[in-house]
């Protein structure tokens, strides 16, 4: 299994990219960021130089938008920090739901997404893409360039299309439940469309938060640095509601449920620890969509996701034991889950 370290793009940028070695050097293989130009700096930039500053790790947005960038540009600029430092980025790629939403813009359509892989993916191959009636290259792509294109999702239409189109499924939360239910769905739609379903790259990322023990007082301690995540994820699963209703058959309950006392979002507070529009996430919440506990509890659920399908776990590692989590990783539980 891979394993992923996800990061905001706050500044220093010299803290993020020094956390992105520790991370490479306990073995982690992927570096990932948000990307919502308002809330955070430009991760793309940073990328750069955590390219520079690592030797194999494979960077990349968790996640990008067809919306704030044209789809030439973020193609040529995956395609350049390929051709500097070697096939070394991967282009995560959903609705945008911060990066839209703050700048005063509806999320992407699905139709839109659509379209931007293709084109971003064709053109970082240095391949041909049609630009709405336009036909382009890049004619300094060098031949062997690759350019994975990863789609997050969660509602049905997404992951039907996620099987069909993306290189890679992006789901984010740990819940096994719900994490089976939708590595099935989009294995199916892979299937459907004559495709082989293994080619589809299963990334699972959550917050993960290593604990001493399982006291009382330590897991409150974890939970209440990663209920932000639930808070998050709801935003996504209010879209779904307000689409299909309540109770759809078509979104499974676990998923839906938990946001009955939802009363809105500030999205100054997006992906941190102290965010207080998070008191409607329950503990069951956090502690099935997260992975907190003794390095064991990580271990055994680490090895039940693999079970399911799941190719890589990206930590998100916004809370209050960065350093602590990075290296816990590299000495108990990717060792273990690898060894």
Known sequence: MDFGLVLQTDPPASRVIELMKRAEGNGFTYGWTFDSAVLWQEPFVIYS?????TEKLTVGPMVTNPGTRTWEVTASTFATLNDMYGNRTVCGIGRGDSAMRVAGRKPNTLARISGAMKVIRALGRGDEADLGGTVIRFPWVKPGAELPVWMAAYGPKALKMTGEEADGFILQLADLYLTEY????VKNAAAEAGRDPSDVKICV????YITK???????????????????MVGNHVADLVAK???HSAAVPDELTEYIKAREGYDYSHHGRADNPDTAFVPDEIVDRFC??????????????LRELGVDQFAVYDMHDAQEATIDAYGTKVIPAING
């Open 205 to 208: 990322a959550a917050p993960a």
């Open 244 to 246: 299909y209703g309540e």
């Open 182 to 185: 939708m590595v099935k769905a």
């Open 49 to 53: 130089q955590i390219l520079a500053n």
């Open 291 to 304: 992975i907190i506990g003794p390095a064991e509890k990580h271990i055994e659920k680490l090895n039940a």
């Open 213 to 231: 023990d399982d006291s009382p007082e330590a897991l409150a301690h974890a939970r209440e640095q990663c209920r932000w995540f639930g808070g």
